[in-house]
């Protein structure tokens, strides 16, 4: 179609007209969006990866100790003191401004707590948080070094609670060790399960430079974030991520990076696959302050028989015990080798005797059973009419518990020795069955009302580390009303201590030990060789752990002595090492 010269302008301008005329208008032309200043940026992380974040989160209890609640303690809970990298302790001036003793007769140690420390819940931290840890550890069976609480006298609130005079029946050298992990009284000490429950899948309230977002155990994480309500130096890092993997695992997420870092009970294979990542990954180990032990416990009714137990002594194979529990990772180079201290503590030095336990000998084992009026028929012992039958404990599934009972139950059994293997629960182990009342010593040998039967021999953790003496008189000593002048011999008590021993001869020399009477190397020179002859501990190494660090952190270290990395956490930051 043809438009004419004079056509043109007339229908460009009917468009115009008609454009004017509509009644709606143009769209506008956008302009350009700034770019947000509010942007969401992600938050920094780190993420450890361990062997299992089980529940049981209480740094007190014997039953819940883990890599995971030593962490946890470190990040979350106050103390009064805290370990250095050498060994040495200082006043944890992040929650106390001093810690002095005000007075030698009678000994009283002053406390006096920061006005603006408290639990994330606002309560303040006070006296009373210190007298509910006094009286918990005091009294309740299967705590850690127990002793120095029980010789507190007295607790006083001052100044609003925020000055405790703590007083001693006697001197104390070891009293900086003491009120670390202080716990909120305020919850706990009406709560409905009480101090079993204590902290047995959470932590009601905390005051630590992290807090927890979130604890799936189902899930096997643990996602720790900056507490903002903390009153000190806040944590260069938003977020820490604690996850389970199995060894295989912890090293391919390692190799990849999405754990910056590991920290794990390896075996002689773990520790190779670590080793093959070379030097991209720094490994060190790390001393824990437990020492896996078989107690041949003097309050069963068979193995009060100081021959019987000596005999049975005489059958264990001590070092196949320590290959099987160690399994070739870093505790098997940290035999124990002494009763008390143990092989990473300062002053260790070897002291088991030549023979049993140190090795097995068939021959004294068969000799002692029979002068305690046993004999062997059709390769089992028996007395009047009854096999030798033992009840072996261990704490559920624990490692590397349950593996040394394992094997300790095929070496008893062959040796002619009925046993029962029973594996409760760890707690239900050490406040319950390892802490049935005993009378005249004994315990009884038909079930509780609990249904807790008496356990004879039991693989377990004991504690080590700190005041050496402390460690002494709570692995080895009475409970004092156990040996007070007019004990009534014939009411229940609880045992003092996991294995049930407690020897009237014996307790002056670990009471003079822990009240600074007698230096404790004096102590141990003479109490050793008795403490091997009862036959009672029989040690076998100390638990040890692989800390393995890669790329993309900086500012992890191995940590002091049987404590570990994670007391540094505030100043972790991602970036090359």
């Keep these: 179609m043809r438009v004419s010269r004079m056509a043109a302008p007339l229908l460009a301008l009917v468009a115009v007209v008609l454009a004017a005329c509509s009644s709606t208008p143009p769209p506008p032309t956008p302009s350009p969006t700034p770019p947000s200043s509010t942007a969401t940026k992600a938050p920094s992380q780190i993420v450890v990866g361990v062997d299992d974040i089980a529940g049981g989160y209480n740094p007190h209890n014997l039953a819940d100790s883990s890599e995971v609640t030593s962490a946890l303690s470190q990040l979350l809970l106050p103390s009064v003191f805290r370990q250095k990298d050498d060994g040495t302790t200082e006043l944890d001036k992040n929650l106390m401004k001093s810690a002095q003793v005000v007075s030698q007769s009678p000994f009283v140690v002053a406390y006096e707590i920061r006005p603006d420390a408290s639990w994330s819940d606002g309560a303040p931290i006070a006296a009373e948080d210190f007298a509910y840890l006094r009286e918990q550890m005091r009294d309740q069976p299967g705590v850690i070094a127990p002793a120095g609480y029980r010789l507190i006298s007295d607790i006083q609130s001052r100044e609003g609670g925020k000055r405790v005079e703590v007083t001693f029946a006697k001197p104390y050298p070891g009293w900086q060790t003491l009120f670390s992990d202080l716990l909120p009284a305020h919850l706990l000490k009406d709560a409905p399960d009480g101090w079993k429950g204590a902290l047995a899948s959470n932590f009601p309230a905390i005051a630590g430079p992290f807090s927890i977002k979130s604890l799936d155990q189902a899930r096997g994480e643990v996602i720790l974030e900056r507490n903002e309500r903390y009153w000190e130096k806040p944590s260069a890092i938003d977020r820490i991520v604690v996850r389970r993997a199995d060894p295989q695992g912890l090293v391919g997420a390692l190799r990849s990076g999405n754990d910056q870092f590991v920290l794990s009970r390896t075996d002689g294979s773990a520790l190779q696959q670590l080793g093959a990542l070379g030097s991209a990954v720094q490994l060190h180990t790390i001393a824990r302050p437990l020492v896996a032990d078989v107690l041949l416990r003097p309050v069963s009714p068979v193995l009060s028989d100081e021959k019987v137990r000596a005999g049975v002594a005489a059958l264990i194979d001590r070092?196949?015990?320590?290959?099987?529990?160690?399994?070739?990772?870093?505790?098997?180079?940290?035999?124990?080798?002494?009763?008390?201290?143990?092989?990473?503590?300062?002053?260790?030095?070897?002291?088991?005797?030549?023979?049993?336990?140190?090795?097995p000998d068939t021959k004294k084992a068969e000799d002692l059973l029979k002068s305690a009026g046993y004999s062997k028929d059709a390769g089992t012992w028996r007395k009047n009419g009854k096999n030798l039958s033992l009840v072996l404990a261990s704490p559920g599934k624990q490692e590397p518990y349950a593996t040394i009972a394992k094997k300790l139950s095929s070496q008893l059994v062959a040796a002619g020795i009925d046993v029962s293997t029973v594996t409760p629960q760890p707690r239900d182990l050490f406040s319950g069955q390892l802490a049935m009342p005993v009378v005249g010593g004994i315990q009884q040998s038909t079930p509780d009302a609990a249904g807790n039967v008496g356990v004879d021999i039991a693989v377990v953790p004991q504690a080590v580390g700190g005041d050496t003496a402390s460690v002494l008189a709570s692995t080895f000593g009475c409970r004092p009303e156990q040996i007070a002048p007019g004990t009534d011999k014939s009411k229940p008590v609880v045992p003092g201590n996991a294995a049930g021993f407690c020897d009237s001869a014996l307790q002056p020399g670990i009471d003079s030990a822990l009240t600074g009477?007698?230096?404790?190397?004096?102590?141990?020179?003479?109490?050793?060789?008795?403490?091997?002859?009862?036959?009672?501990?029989?040690?076998?190494?100390?638990?040890?752990?692989?800390?393995?660090?890669?790329?993309?952190?900086?500012?992890?270290?191995?940590?002091?002595?049987?404590?570990?990395?994670?007391g540094s956490a505030v100043n972790w930051t991602r970036g090359p090492k």
């Design 517 to 566: 009477a007698t230096p404790i190397a004096d102590a141990l020179s003479q109490l050793e060789p008795e403490l091997w002859r009862r036959n009672v501990v029989v040690p076998l190494f100390q638990l040890a752990d692989t800390l393995a660090i890669g790329s993309g952190i900086s500012g992890v270290t191995p940590g002091p002595p049987m404590v570990g990395p994670f």
């Design 319 to 359: 070092s196949a015990l320590i290959t099987e529990g160690a399994a070739g990772g870093p505790s098997a180079t940290m035999r124990a080798d002494a009763q008390v201290r143990a092989p990473s503590v300062p002053g260790y030095a070897a002291t088991i005797p030549g023979g049993p336990p140190s090795t």
